[in-house]
Nanobody, 125 residues
Framework: QVQLVESGGGLVQAGGSLRLSCAAS????????MGWFRQTPGKEREFVVS????????NYADSVKGRFTISRDNAKNTVYLQMNSLKPEDTAVYYC??????????????????WGQGTQVTVSS
């Protein structure tokens, strides 16, 4: 029902910035809450940030609050993750995720059904 493709990862020095993009298929993009998760070897995948289908509600993990910003452009079927003041601890594979909603004001932190392939973010010290 939904296909997600992440892009924008790469290598950046500590303190630098990156912007990740997630392009989604389909014509009902606004009915999906979207989230970003990340995973490093030997660790479980962890929640980073999410945004409601309407774009009016967001949730941020404490570890990225004040540094990362999620946004979406429903006309382009795209979600963005602006990452500033990057730290080596942010190094991970970042995954875009989607979950269908009917009343699109919620930004869940879990329970996502669709996942992208991931994009590597490496922050050097």
């Amino acid at each position: 029902q939904v296909q997600l493709v992440e892009s924008g990862g790469g290598l950046v020095q500590a303190g630098g910035s990156l912007r990740l993009s997630c392009a989604a298929s389909g014509r009902t993009f606004s009915s999906y809450a979207m989230g970003w998760f990340r995973q490093t070897p030997g660790k479980e995948r962890e929640f980073v940030v999410s945004i409601s289908g309407s774009g009016g509600n967001t949730n941020y993990a404490d570890s990225v609050k004040g540094r990362f910003t999620i946004s979406r452009d429903n006309a382009k079927n795209t979600v963005y993750l602006q990452m500033n003041s990057l730290k080596p601890e942010d190094t991970a594979v970042y995954y875009c995720a989607a979950v269908a909603t009917y009343y699109n004001v919620y930004a869940p932190t879990s329970g996502y059904d669709y996942w992208g392939q991931g994009t590597q973010v490496t922050v050097s010290s």
